[in-house]
């Protein structure tokens, strides 16, 4: 089983404040619902990660459909919230990690990782008219090196390691390369 991981705890400090509950013009939810609900209509099982205390976004995340975790040391960065929620998840086959703030990013591009993990890719990315995004996908021999990760990173640096050995999943989704920094973002709806 391949499970998705939704990174929902970050501070937003570029956004000004709660960017995941920003609603999303013409998708029926917020920023981190809508970005919740296509990761798990990719994937049933999806384990999100949010900030402590962040009851509204926990619950909003959880009627989606994910199991939702709080990671005390969010503070820490994004590096140590992915490593507990994979940590949460550690008997899957794999994870398809995604960033809660790219809510235009299709159903169909998350299976398409996964169903490359699935079939023996160690790590696998989708490419939009030559540019990786997101999400990414990791095969189970990435495990230790997902759990040893801490502080603001992520997973950029396992992904760098494989280097030309990422398996390259090309899709025709512009949603795969955009997110949302500032309010101005949420103009324009899907690309």
Request: positive net charge; hydrophobic residues 45%.
């Given at each position: 089983m391949i499970a998705g991981i939704l990174l929902a705890a970050g501070r937003a400090s570029r956004f000004g404040?709660?960017?995941?509950?920003?609603?999303?013009?013409?998708?029926?939810?917020?920023?981190?619902?809508?970005?919740?609900?296509?990761?798990?209509?990719?994937l049933p099982y999806t384990v999100a990660v949010v900030r402590p205390g962040d009851a509204e976004l926990a619950a909003a995340?959880?009627?989606?459909?994910?199991?939702v975790i709080a990671c005390p040391d969010a503070d820490r960065g994004m590096g140590t919230s992915l490593a507990f929620a994979v940590a949460a998840a550690h008997?899957?086959?794999?994870?398809v990690v995604a960033l809660a703030d790219?809510?235009?990013?299709?159903?169909?591009?998350?299976?398409a990782v996964a169903a490359a993990v699935a079939a023996g890719a160690e790590v696998a990315a989708p490419f939009h008219?030559?540019?990786r995004g997101h999400p990414v996908g990791f095969g189970r021999v990435c495990l230790p090196a997902l759990l040893a990760l801490a502080g603001d990173e992520g997973a950029r640096g396992i992904v760098a390691a494989w280097g030309?050995?990422?398996r390259r999943i090309d899709v025709d989704d512009p949603g795969c390369l955009r997110d949302v920094d500032r309010p101005a973002d949420l103009e324009g709806g899907r690309a």
């Open positions: 404040g709660a960017k995941l509950a920003a609603p999303l013009a013409g998708e029926g939810g917020s920023v981190g619902v809508v970005a919740c609900r296509n990761l798990v209509a990719a995340l959880q009627r989606a459909g994910a199991q008997t899957a086959d794999g994870w790219m809510p235009w990013v299709g159903p169909s591009t998350m299976r008219r030559g540019a030309g050995r990422v």
